[in-house]
């Protein structure tokens, strides 16, 4: 039968997805496990299965568009338009956040005393640490516009540069995050204002983790040489993945903290 050239990049069975799957699954429950009986080694253990499964999904990947060539101009339209439909279905999940929390403080229930926040809940100074935080992350996303424009330019030295620089802020941002969860005067159980707090905050947290994964994979991709002047889309990816996470902590800081305070 005569090969009909198309330009499409079908994919070879993979196992990852699935067991991606399945994993997430299990970590699910894990959760309620470890959150209601204090039982921690499933998550410990289904958290180091994901971190595998990312590293060898990540590898085919890289091993599809590097060294195979496989992913064309063509694909790399369909991966970006991928990643718009994604970044687009996180912005909803933080809409439902901050739907949230305005329904709740803007006609605070009689449960909550018509107050907000409800009283005896010291909330933090919005001028120090999450100020501090936001500079990061603003900062942040103009070190990776940086590395960026010099990847642009094929100056390894400087892209280089300013990649490690933006990993180093996420994980700035993520240390303060620690300290201020910990000398918070008001857990996740005080009412639904310690509830949406936290759940907005560690939600955010969690995807500052998952772009600085993100980011050092990039890292080393860039130091072994994998990425072009005219084709990075991963490290475009990553990039805009990044200034998604710095838009949504500058409007978690004006409600949550500026406004809120």
């Known amino acids: 039968m005569m090969k009909i050239n198309q330009p499409y990049f079908i994919l070879h069975l993979s196992p990852w997805p699935i067991l991606m799957s399945m994993n997430t699954f299990n970590m699910m429950i894990s959760n309620i496990m470890m959150m209601n009986f204090k039982f921690n080694l499933m998550m410990m253990f289904n958290i180091i299965n994901m971190i595998i499964i990312s590293m060898l999904w990540w590898r085919d990947i890289i091993r599809e568009s590097t060294f195979q060539g496989n992913h064309n101009f063509y694909i790399m339209n ?5 990643m718009i439909l994604f970044i687009i279905s996180e912005m909803f999940l ?53 590395s960026h424009f010099y990847l642009l330019n094929n100056n390894k030295k400087k892209t280089t540069m300013f990649m490690n620089l933006t990993i180093i802020l996420s994980v700035y941002f993520l240390l303060l995050q620690m300290l201020e969860y910990k000398e918070a005067t008001f857990t996740f159980s005080d009412s639904v204002f310690g509830a949406s707090f936290y759940m907005a905050t560690g939600f955010h947290g969690m995807h500052v983790m998952i772009g600085m994964m993100f980011l050092s994979i990039n890292l ?11 084709h990075h889309i991963s490290f475009e990816l990553a990039a805009w993945y990044w200034h998604f996470i710095d838009i949504i902590w500058l409007f978690l800081y004006m409600t949550f903290y500026w406004w809120n305070n």
Do not use: C, V
Request: glycine share 2%; hydrophobic share 55%.
């Open 78 to 82: 369909l991966i970006k338009f991928s």
């Open 94 to 146: 933080f809409i439902s956040f901050f739907w949230n929390f305005l329904h709740n403080s803007l006609s605070p229930s009689i449960e909550l005393g018509l107050n907000w926040p409800p009283k005896n809940i010291n909330f933090f100074n919005p001028m120090l640490i999450p100020l501090l935080n936001t500079i990061i992350l603003l900062t942040s996303s103009f070190t990776i516009t940086l």
């Open 220 to 230: 080393l991709r860039i130091i072994n040489m994998h990425f072009s002047f005219i």
